[in-house]
């Protein structure tokens, strides 16, 4: 057990629905990230937030956004869903930023949202 | 060109003995970490090992060990003693710079221990 929280496990939605994923990192943990893993795409960096603000952004859609509340869990959002967007979304969580040795960033179960 | 690159799509091993999965990264700055995660079939992603650009040595975790050489800019995993458990996929996976901490993700190994 990483210690990384995500819900739902499961979700199927329909085309054009908007879904929001839950994430609870481990204790501690400042940093939040978000992870795509698709089949034809493999895993891909989405967002990364740390203390509540925005840190990096990497390949995410404009359809998608997320947030890190004051207790630290986060949400990604996502809407107007296509069938391409079904995929695994993972959460992970590090105690930092930045790249410092050690960093070790910890990853959740995953949330596999089918788009039908 | 792909920040990490895992050239075995599938592996085979027979219980209780040694096999190692291929990693290549490429980058040109001097600060990086690479890990290595195993995906079993319930899809969850579990950290195994990490081993910084500037370590001395390479990391071990139990029956995971890297084998890192900087001068290649290779990092594969070994795994010694294969159990049946450990048939996943590996990813190999590499943070780039000192101010960044995304992971760059390779396309995975899957390994099959056979009994």
Redesign the interface.
């Known amino acids: 057990d990483?210690g990384v929280t995500q819900t739902p496990k499961h979700l199927i939605t329909a085309t054009g629905q908007r879904v929001t994923l839950r994430c609870s990192p481990r204790s501690g943990d400042l940093?939040v990230?978000w992870?795509q893993q698709s089949l034809d795409q493999?895993?891909?960096?989405l967002i990364?937030y740390y203390n509540g603000e925005e840190?990096?952004k990497?390949n995410i859609l404009e359809r998608f956004s997320a947030q890190q509340f004051p207790d630290l869990h986060s949400e990604l959002n996502l809407s107007s869903l296509e069938l391409g967007d079904s995929a695994?979304y993972?959460c992970?969580s590090?105690a930092?930023?930045?790249?410092?040795?050690?960093?070790?960033?910890?990853?959740?179960?995953?949330s596999?949202l089918t788009v039908v | 060109a792909q920040k990490i690159t895992q050239t075995q799509p599938g592996m085979f091993v027979q219980e209780k003995e040694a096999v190692t999965l291929d990693c290549t990264y490429d980058t040109s700055d001097p600060?990086?970490?690479l890990?290595w995660?195993k995906q079993p079939s319930?899809?969850?992603?579990?950290?195994l090992i990490?081993q910084?650009s500037?370590?001395q040595q390479n990391a071990t975790e139990g029956r995971y060990s890297l084998n890192f050489q900087k001068a290649r800019k290779s990092a594969n995993l070994v795994i010694s003693a294969s159990q049946l458990g450990d048939s996943a996929m590996y990813?190999c996976?590499m943070?780039?710079?000192?101010?960044?901490?995304?992971?760059?993700?390779g396309?995975?190994t899957r390994l099959t221990v056979i009994p």
């Open positions: 990483s940093s990230y992870y493999g895993l891909q960096f990364q840190r990096a990497g695994l993972f992970a590090s930092t930023p930045q790249g410092a040795a050690g960093n070790t960033i910890y990853f959740g179960e995953g596999w | 600060s990086y970490g890990f995660y319930s899809g969850e992603m579990i950290f990490y910084g500037y370590d990813f996976a943070r780039e710079g000192r101010r960044a901490n995304n992971l760059f993700f396309t995975g």
